[in-house]
């Protein structure tokens, strides 16, 4: 093993909607890592610079050590830290795997798998939009989509009644285009009560969805857990979660079918390493949630590879700018499928003209 080094300094850079860390070390190594969620970029930023004057001069190899300390120092919780929080973790991580010359899979139980199953976005105004950008989909290999049953005003104008059977009406029109070979994941967004999202869950168990995502606000695991019981849909949930805590009270509650962790803001890939084993032990399955920046990408990648209990993995393309820019090689993608690299770390570099 490579002799001891220190963090030299923490570089923060926001870049497009995300928010991009580098841990410089005094032997040249240096970690990427991501954190923060959409909107709260500038101020997770501020969070991971007040946390660098901790980590100068520190072993990078104390990620667990590091995580506590800092998150046991603070009078604060939530999605700031934790998602400078977990910049740090990811990076630190990408330290550990470059200097040992190992993908950081195999420091943490090594592959379980060559290759992750994705989902694609799939969307549009209209319902002949979204029937259109389903099967698109389902022509570039993909075999699961998630989409959001209703249109983007169903606020304004319409009555409960008329918002559900908009839902009814578009999934039932994507199941007819796609049939049986494609995987519906029906995305809520935590806009419906629980009492509406019962209701609407029980009509669409007729077109079997794979999972039914944030039917209500995660502030209640109680109440999650009767939306579970009263309708035949797997509830998956989580992606605002911060911490292990909450994972534990939910899988307690028998609440959800799926997790969905984010490494960006839930402890990196310590904590969501952790999110994983507790759902293995309550027969869950983990389906991690991504800011959708090609290195928090990679850093699921890295998680999706040594579980047991991966189910899918949130995708959205990246062939694009500006997602196509930022790395100097793209991870491969074939028929839907993300390839589990070999290389060390995280598996990817920044293109610095970028």
């Not at 959205?316 to 499928?337: A, C, N, V």
């Amino acid at each position: 093993m490579p002799a001891s080094t220190k963090i030299e300094r923490v570089e923060t850079i926001l870049w497009e909607r995300w928010l991009l860390i580098r841990i410089h070390c005094e032997d040249g190594t240096v970690g990427i890592g991501e954190g923060g969620v959409h909107g709260w970029q500038r101020p997770t930023k501020t969070m991971v610079d007040t946390m660098s004057d901790y980590l100068v001069g520190k072993d990078p190899s104390f990620i667990e050590h590091h995580y506590q300390w800092l998150y046991r120092s603070s009078h604060f919780m939530g999605s700031v830290v934790q998602g400078a929080l977990s910049a740090i973790d990811i990076a630190l991580w990408d330290i550990k795997g470059k200097r040992l010359d190992v993908p950081i899979y195999d420091l943490m139980g090594g592959k379980t798998r060559d290759k992750l199953r994705c989902y694609m976005h799939v969307g549009g105004v209209t319902t002949d939009d979204l029937v259109a950008s389903a099967v698109a989909a389902a022509k570039q290999g993909y075999t699961a989509v998630r989409f959001t049953p209703y249109g983007s005003d169903y606020y304004l104008h319409k009555s409960y009644t008329a918002w559900a059977d908009e839902a009814v009406e578009r999934v039932g029109a994507v199941k007819d285009a796609v049939g049986g070979d494609m995987d519906l994941c029906v995305e809520l967004h935590r806009q419906m009560s629980p009492a509406e999202s019962i209701s609407l869950g029980r009509r669409l168990e007729q077109f079997n969805p794979f999972f039914y995502e944030d039917p209500m606000l995660p502030d209640s695991p109680a109440r999650m857990a009767d939306v579970a019981e009263q309708c035949n849909i797997p509830i998956a949930t989580g992606e605002r979660f911060t911490t292990i805590f909450e994972y534990q009270q939910l899988l307690e509650a028998r609440a959800t079918s799926y997790v969905r962790p984010d490494l960006c803001l839930c402890g990196g890939r310590s904590g969501c390493k952790k999110v994983a084993a507790m759902a293995e032990a309550h027969h869950v399955k983990v389906i991690p949630h991504n800011p959708l920046s090609p290195i928090s990408t990679a850093a699921c990648v890295q998680l999706d590879a040594c579980i047991p209990n991966f189910a899918l993995q949130e995708y959205t393309g990246e062939s694009e700018p500006p997602k196509s820019e930022l790395l100097m090689e793209p991870l491969e993608l074939i028929d839907g499928y993300l390839t589990v690299p070999e290389d060390p770390g995280l598996g990817v570099e920044l293109n610095e003209e970028a």
